[in-house]
Protein backbone atom coordinates (compact mmCIF):
# COMPACT_ATOMS: atom_id res chain seq x y z
CA UNK A 1 0.00 0.00 0.00
CA UNK A 2 2.89 2.36 0.75
CA UNK A 3 6.34 2.30 -1.48
CA UNK A 4 8.79 5.07 -1.09
CA UNK A 5 12.76 4.91 -1.27
CA UNK A 6 12.62 7.68 0.91
CA UNK A 7 10.19 7.58 3.62
CA UNK A 8 9.14 4.62 6.04
CA UNK A 9 6.31 4.13 8.18
CA UNK A 10 7.37 2.09 11.33
CA UNK A 11 5.14 -0.40 12.22
CA UNK A 12 5.18 -0.63 16.09
CA UNK A 13 7.24 2.42 16.81
CA UNK A 14 6.01 5.34 18.15
CA UNK A 15 2.36 3.87 19.09
CA UNK A 16 3.27 3.38 22.80
CA UNK A 17 4.53 5.82 25.33
CA UNK A 18 4.81 9.66 25.13
CA UNK A 19 6.85 9.74 21.70
CA UNK A 20 3.36 9.38 19.57
CA UNK A 21 1.34 10.91 21.83
CA UNK A 22 3.28 14.15 21.46
CA UNK A 23 4.09 14.13 17.47
CA UNK A 24 0.48 13.51 17.52
CA UNK A 25 -0.68 16.36 19.69
CA UNK A 26 1.76 18.94 18.15
CA UNK A 27 0.59 17.78 14.75
CA UNK A 28 -2.74 18.74 15.82
CA UNK A 29 -1.86 21.84 17.29
CA UNK A 30 -0.02 23.14 14.96
CA UNK A 31 -1.45 21.44 11.93
CA UNK A 32 1.82 21.52 9.56
CA UNK A 33 3.07 19.04 7.43
CA UNK A 34 4.02 16.82 9.88
CA UNK A 35 2.30 12.94 10.33
CA UNK A 36 2.94 10.80 12.93
CA UNK A 37 4.59 7.53 12.10
CA UNK A 38 5.87 9.18 9.43
CA UNK A 39 10.27 8.71 9.33
CA UNK A 40 12.63 9.51 6.14
CA UNK A 41 15.01 6.35 5.38
CA UNK A 42 18.66 6.05 6.81
CA UNK A 43 20.83 8.49 7.92
CA UNK A 44 18.44 11.61 6.25
CA UNK A 45 16.42 11.30 9.52
CA UNK A 46 18.35 13.18 11.21
CA UNK A 47 18.04 16.47 9.39
CA UNK A 48 14.98 15.57 7.09
CA UNK A 49 11.40 16.23 7.50
CA UNK A 50 8.54 14.53 5.73
CA UNK A 51 6.04 16.56 3.76
CA UNK A 52 2.57 15.66 2.38
CA UNK A 53 3.98 15.91 -1.12
CA UNK A 54 6.93 12.83 -0.35
CA UNK A 55 3.71 10.47 1.82
CA UNK A 56 1.55 10.86 -1.08
CA UNK A 57 3.77 10.08 -3.36
CA UNK A 58 4.17 6.60 -1.59
CA UNK A 59 0.52 6.05 -2.05
CA UNK A 60 0.54 6.57 -5.20
CA UNK A 61 -0.47 10.11 -5.95
CA UNK A 62 2.38 10.56 -7.84
CA UNK A 63 1.16 12.10 -11.13
CA UNK A 64 2.10 15.59 -12.36
CA UNK A 65 -1.11 16.92 -11.55
CA UNK A 66 -0.73 15.58 -8.13
CA UNK A 67 2.57 17.09 -7.67
CA UNK A 68 1.46 20.30 -8.33
CA UNK A 69 -1.62 20.48 -6.06
CA UNK A 70 0.11 19.09 -3.32
CA UNK A 71 2.99 21.34 -3.60
CA UNK A 72 0.57 23.99 -3.53
CA UNK A 73 -0.73 22.89 -0.21
CA UNK A 74 2.66 21.92 1.15
CA UNK A 75 3.25 25.42 1.07
CA UNK A 76 -0.05 26.65 1.93
CA UNK A 77 0.12 24.11 5.45
CA UNK A 78 3.93 25.57 5.82
CA UNK A 79 2.59 29.37 5.57
CA UNK A 80 0.08 28.59 8.14
CA UNK A 81 2.63 28.01 10.65
CA UNK A 82 4.21 31.29 10.41
CA UNK A 83 1.00 32.65 10.75
CA UNK A 84 0.20 31.25 13.58
CA UNK A 85 3.11 31.77 15.51
CA UNK A 86 2.60 36.05 14.23
CA UNK A 87 -0.98 35.64 15.71
CA UNK A 88 -1.09 33.73 18.53
CA UNK A 89 2.24 35.36 20.31
CA UNK A 90 1.14 38.73 20.55
CA UNK A 91 -2.66 37.63 21.19
CA UNK A 92 -1.39 36.08 24.42
CA UNK A 93 0.44 39.35 25.31
CA UNK A 94 -2.37 41.12 24.83
CA UNK A 95 -5.18 39.10 26.58
CA UNK A 96 -2.85 37.44 29.33
CA UNK A 97 0.36 38.51 29.88
CA UNK A 98 -0.66 42.41 30.18
CA UNK A 99 -4.20 41.59 32.29
CA UNK A 100 -2.24 39.17 34.33
CA UNK A 101 0.55 41.96 35.36
CA UNK A 102 -1.77 44.94 35.80
CA UNK A 103 -4.01 42.34 38.24
CA UNK A 104 -1.33 42.11 40.46
CA UNK A 105 0.02 45.45 40.22
CA UNK A 106 -3.32 46.64 41.44
CA UNK A 107 -3.62 43.54 44.26
CA UNK A 108 -0.08 44.41 45.55
CA UNK A 109 -1.14 48.04 45.85
CA UNK A 110 -4.05 46.98 48.36
CA UNK A 111 -0.91 46.21 50.93
CA UNK A 112 -2.54 44.64 53.98
CA UNK A 113 -6.38 44.37 52.65
CA UNK A 114 -4.72 41.48 50.65
CA UNK A 115 -6.23 38.75 52.49
CA UNK A 116 -6.19 35.06 51.47
CA UNK A 117 -9.87 35.21 51.00
CA UNK A 118 -9.15 37.72 47.66
CA UNK A 119 -6.06 36.00 46.67
CA UNK A 120 -8.98 32.90 46.13
CA UNK A 121 -11.18 35.18 44.66
CA UNK A 122 -8.34 36.51 42.30
CA UNK A 123 -7.62 33.07 41.57
CA UNK A 124 -10.98 32.05 40.72
CA UNK A 125 -11.21 35.18 38.29
CA UNK A 126 -7.97 33.89 36.64
CA UNK A 127 -9.04 30.24 36.15
CA UNK A 128 -12.59 30.77 35.15
CA UNK A 129 -12.55 34.12 33.40
CA UNK A 130 -9.67 35.03 32.30
CA UNK A 131 -8.11 31.73 31.11
CA UNK A 132 -11.89 30.61 29.20
CA UNK A 133 -10.98 34.29 27.66
CA UNK A 134 -7.27 33.59 26.27
CA UNK A 135 -8.52 30.05 25.42
CA UNK A 136 -11.71 31.65 23.24
CA UNK A 137 -9.41 34.34 21.51
CA UNK A 138 -7.10 31.54 20.47
CA UNK A 139 -9.86 28.82 19.28
CA UNK A 140 -11.67 32.13 17.10
CA UNK A 141 -7.78 32.69 15.76
CA UNK A 142 -7.60 28.97 14.62
CA UNK A 143 -10.95 28.79 13.48
CA UNK A 144 -10.34 31.65 11.01
CA UNK A 145 -7.41 29.90 10.00
CA UNK A 146 -9.09 26.95 9.84
CA UNK A 147 -11.72 28.21 7.63
CA UNK A 148 -9.07 28.98 5.23
CA UNK A 149 -6.67 26.44 4.98
CA UNK A 150 -9.86 23.46 5.06
CA UNK A 151 -8.96 22.19 1.93
CA UNK A 152 -5.14 21.74 3.22
CA UNK A 153 -6.12 20.30 6.00
CA UNK A 154 -8.41 18.05 4.83
CA UNK A 155 -5.49 16.41 2.24
CA UNK A 156 -3.13 16.48 5.72
CA UNK A 157 -5.88 14.71 8.02
CA UNK A 158 -6.87 11.62 5.04
CA UNK A 159 -3.02 10.91 4.55
CA UNK A 160 -2.99 10.73 8.44
CA UNK A 161 -5.71 8.27 7.97
CA UNK A 162 -4.09 6.26 5.16
CA UNK A 163 -1.11 6.00 6.88
CA UNK A 164 -2.63 4.64 10.01
CA UNK A 165 -4.54 2.04 7.95
CA UNK A 166 -1.06 0.50 6.76
CA UNK A 167 -1.32 -1.23 9.72
CA UNK A 168 -2.55 -4.62 9.48
CA UNK A 169 -3.72 -4.89 12.77
CA UNK A 170 -5.02 -1.05 13.40
CA UNK A 171 -8.19 -2.40 13.79
CA UNK A 172 -7.53 -5.29 16.55
CA UNK A 173 -5.36 -3.31 18.64
CA UNK A 174 -7.40 -0.65 20.66
CA UNK A 175 -4.74 2.13 20.96
CA UNK A 176 -4.22 2.09 17.78
CA UNK A 177 -7.61 2.15 17.02
CA UNK A 178 -7.96 5.21 18.95
CA UNK A 179 -5.50 7.22 17.19
CA UNK A 180 -7.09 6.68 13.45
CA UNK A 181 -10.35 7.84 14.93
CA UNK A 182 -8.74 10.74 15.87
CA UNK A 183 -7.88 10.96 12.07
CA UNK A 184 -10.80 10.32 11.33
CA UNK A 185 -12.34 12.92 13.36
CA UNK A 186 -10.10 15.32 11.76
CA UNK A 187 -11.12 14.74 8.74
CA UNK A 188 -15.06 15.49 9.66
CA UNK A 189 -14.39 18.59 11.17
CA UNK A 190 -11.99 20.03 7.81
CA UNK A 191 -15.10 18.35 5.56
CA UNK A 192 -17.56 20.50 7.35
CA UNK A 193 -15.42 23.59 7.59
CA UNK A 194 -15.27 23.06 3.49
CA UNK A 195 -18.25 24.68 3.41
CA UNK A 196 -17.46 28.03 5.29
CA UNK A 197 -13.89 27.88 3.29
CA UNK A 198 -16.06 27.49 -0.53
CA UNK A 199 -19.06 30.10 -0.18
CA UNK A 200 -21.41 31.32 -2.81
CA UNK A 201 -23.10 34.86 -2.88
CA UNK A 202 -26.24 33.15 -3.78
CA UNK A 203 -28.10 31.62 -0.24
CA UNK A 204 -29.66 28.46 -2.70
CA UNK A 205 -26.39 27.79 -3.95
CA UNK A 206 -24.91 27.87 -0.66
CA UNK A 207 -27.58 25.13 0.64
CA UNK A 208 -26.54 23.03 -2.40
CA UNK A 209 -23.12 23.10 -1.21
CA UNK A 210 -23.84 22.52 2.63
CA UNK A 211 -25.51 19.63 2.02
CA UNK A 212 -22.91 18.26 -0.49
CA UNK A 213 -20.04 18.76 2.03
CA UNK A 214 -22.55 17.69 5.34
CA UNK A 215 -22.78 14.16 2.88
CA UNK A 216 -19.01 13.98 2.85
CA UNK A 217 -18.99 14.39 6.53
CA UNK A 218 -21.37 11.76 7.20
CA UNK A 219 -19.84 9.52 4.76
CA UNK A 220 -16.22 10.36 7.03
CA UNK A 221 -18.03 9.65 10.11
CA UNK A 222 -19.93 6.11 8.75
CA UNK A 223 -15.92 5.22 8.05
CA UNK A 224 -15.03 5.82 11.77
CA UNK A 225 -18.19 3.61 12.90
CA UNK A 226 -17.10 1.01 10.46
CA UNK A 227 -13.24 1.28 11.99
CA UNK A 228 -15.39 0.91 15.53
CA UNK A 229 -16.88 -1.88 14.99
CA UNK A 230 -14.81 -3.30 12.31
CA UNK A 231 -15.99 -7.19 10.94
CA UNK A 232 -13.70 -9.31 7.70
CA UNK A 233 -12.95 -7.36 4.95
CA UNK A 234 -13.14 -3.41 6.93
CA UNK A 235 -9.87 -2.77 6.66
CA UNK A 236 -9.66 -3.29 2.81
CA UNK A 237 -12.97 -1.60 2.75
CA UNK A 238 -11.46 1.40 4.69
CA UNK A 239 -8.11 1.94 2.69
CA UNK A 240 -10.29 1.60 -0.49
CA UNK A 241 -12.76 4.60 0.36
CA UNK A 242 -9.78 6.79 1.49
CA UNK A 243 -7.52 6.11 -1.55
CA UNK A 244 -10.68 7.81 -3.32
CA UNK A 245 -11.31 10.44 -0.80
CA UNK A 246 -7.58 11.23 -0.69
CA UNK A 247 -8.05 11.30 -4.18
CA UNK A 248 -10.33 14.01 -3.99
CA UNK A 249 -8.86 16.34 -1.65
CA UNK A 250 -5.22 16.45 -3.53
CA UNK A 251 -7.76 17.23 -6.94
CA UNK A 252 -10.43 19.44 -5.20
CA UNK A 253 -12.78 17.59 -7.46
CA UNK A 254 -15.53 17.68 -4.88
CA UNK A 255 -18.04 16.65 -7.09
CA UNK A 256 -17.05 13.36 -8.11
CA UNK A 257 -17.95 12.57 -4.49
CA UNK A 258 -20.85 9.81 -4.67
CA UNK A 259 -22.39 7.75 -1.96
CA UNK A 260 -25.44 6.11 -1.15
CA UNK A 261 -26.64 7.08 2.16
CA UNK A 262 -29.59 4.54 1.61
CA UNK A 263 -27.27 2.03 3.37
CA UNK A 264 -26.26 4.20 6.27
CA UNK A 265 -28.38 3.90 9.50
CA UNK A 266 -31.69 5.11 9.26
CA UNK A 267 -30.96 7.40 12.77
CA UNK A 268 -28.76 9.12 12.65
CA UNK A 269 -29.01 12.85 13.58
CA UNK A 270 -27.96 15.79 10.71
CA UNK A 271 -24.68 17.37 11.36
CA UNK A 272 -24.58 20.59 12.95
CA UNK A 273 -23.17 23.34 10.63
CA UNK A 274 -19.93 25.14 12.15
CA UNK A 275 -20.41 28.11 14.53
CA UNK A 276 -19.30 31.13 13.22
CA UNK A 277 -16.62 33.44 15.11
CA UNK A 278 -19.07 35.74 16.53
CA UNK A 279 -21.80 33.06 17.59
CA UNK A 280 -18.61 31.17 19.50
CA UNK A 281 -17.65 34.64 20.87
CA UNK A 282 -21.43 35.34 21.96
CA UNK A 283 -21.53 31.88 23.55
CA UNK A 284 -18.57 32.60 25.45
CA UNK A 285 -19.39 35.84 26.79
CA UNK A 286 -22.29 34.34 28.00
CA UNK A 287 -20.56 31.89 29.70
CA UNK A 288 -18.10 34.45 31.38
CA UNK A 289 -21.19 36.33 32.56
CA UNK A 290 -22.71 33.14 34.23
CA UNK A 291 -19.00 32.66 35.94
CA UNK A 292 -18.63 36.05 36.73
CA UNK A 293 -22.68 36.44 38.81
CA UNK A 294 -21.88 33.62 41.42
CA UNK A 295 -18.59 34.93 41.67
CA UNK A 296 -18.88 38.16 42.39
CA UNK A 297 -22.37 37.09 44.83
CA UNK A 298 -20.33 35.16 46.75
CA UNK A 299 -17.38 38.12 47.44
CA UNK A 300 -20.57 40.48 48.42
CA UNK A 301 -21.94 37.16 50.54
CA UNK A 302 -18.52 36.72 52.14
CA UNK A 303 -17.03 40.50 52.66
CA UNK A 304 -19.99 42.58 52.58
CA UNK A 305 -23.21 40.06 54.04
CA UNK A 306 -25.03 43.93 55.34
CA UNK A 307 -25.42 44.43 51.50
CA UNK A 308 -27.83 41.63 51.17
CA UNK A 309 -29.92 42.39 54.52
CA UNK A 310 -33.49 43.91 52.34
CA UNK A 311 -33.28 41.14 50.86
CA UNK A 312 -36.69 38.67 51.08
CA UNK A 313 -33.93 35.61 51.65
CA UNK A 314 -31.07 35.17 54.22
CA UNK A 315 -27.54 35.14 53.69
CA UNK A 316 -27.27 31.53 53.47
CA UNK A 317 -29.72 31.12 51.44
CA UNK A 318 -27.98 33.13 48.74
CA UNK A 319 -24.91 31.83 49.22
CA UNK A 320 -26.12 28.08 48.51
CA UNK A 321 -27.84 29.67 45.22
CA UNK A 322 -24.83 31.23 44.27
CA UNK A 323 -22.88 28.15 44.69
CA UNK A 324 -24.95 26.32 42.72
CA UNK A 325 -25.22 28.47 39.88
CA UNK A 326 -21.42 28.26 40.25
CA UNK A 327 -21.29 24.64 39.85
CA UNK A 328 -23.71 24.66 36.88
CA UNK A 329 -21.88 27.51 35.21
CA UNK A 330 -18.17 25.42 36.04
CA UNK A 331 -20.30 22.45 34.18
CA UNK A 332 -21.15 24.04 31.20
CA UNK A 333 -17.88 25.71 30.50
CA UNK A 334 -15.74 22.43 31.10
CA UNK A 335 -18.35 20.37 29.78
CA UNK A 336 -18.39 18.07 32.61
CA UNK A 337 -21.41 16.65 32.19
CA UNK A 338 -22.35 16.24 35.45
CA UNK A 339 -25.68 17.90 34.80
CA UNK A 340 -26.06 15.21 32.00
CA UNK A 341 -25.43 12.41 34.14
CA UNK A 342 -27.92 13.37 36.99
CA UNK A 343 -30.99 14.02 34.37
CA UNK A 344 -30.03 10.56 33.00
CA UNK A 345 -29.77 8.96 36.51
CA UNK A 346 -33.18 10.71 37.74
CA UNK A 347 -34.86 8.91 34.43
CA UNK A 348 -33.78 5.59 34.99
CA UNK A 349 -34.27 5.49 38.49
CA UNK A 350 -38.19 6.99 37.10
CA UNK A 351 -38.27 4.09 34.68
CA UNK A 352 -37.67 1.35 37.24
CA UNK A 353 -40.38 2.59 40.39
Known sequence: MFESDKLEIPSDRSFVGWNYRTNFGLMKILRTNLLPRVTTVGWRKWYSIPNIRDIASGFGFSTVEHGEALEHHRKRLTGRLTQYIFIAIPVVIVFVVIPTLALLVSLLSFGSNFTPLS???VLLF???????LEFLFIKVIFILLDNVYADSLCIQAS?????ELTDPYVLNNPQKKRF????LSEVARYSLLLLLCFRSSSERE???IRNHFHKIERFVQAQARLATIPKSGTLEELRKSFMILTQMFITGNYGDFEWREDDAPSAKPAPETPKTWYQSLLGWIGNIIGLGIPLTGLYYLITKPSFFEAWPLDTNSLTLIALVWLVL???SVLRLGIT????ATIKEIKELI
Open 329 to 331: SID
Open 159 to 163: LGVLV
Open 180 to 183: LLLF
Open 126 to 132: VLFIMVP
Open 206 to 208: NET
Open 340 to 343: EKAI
Open 119 to 121: FLL
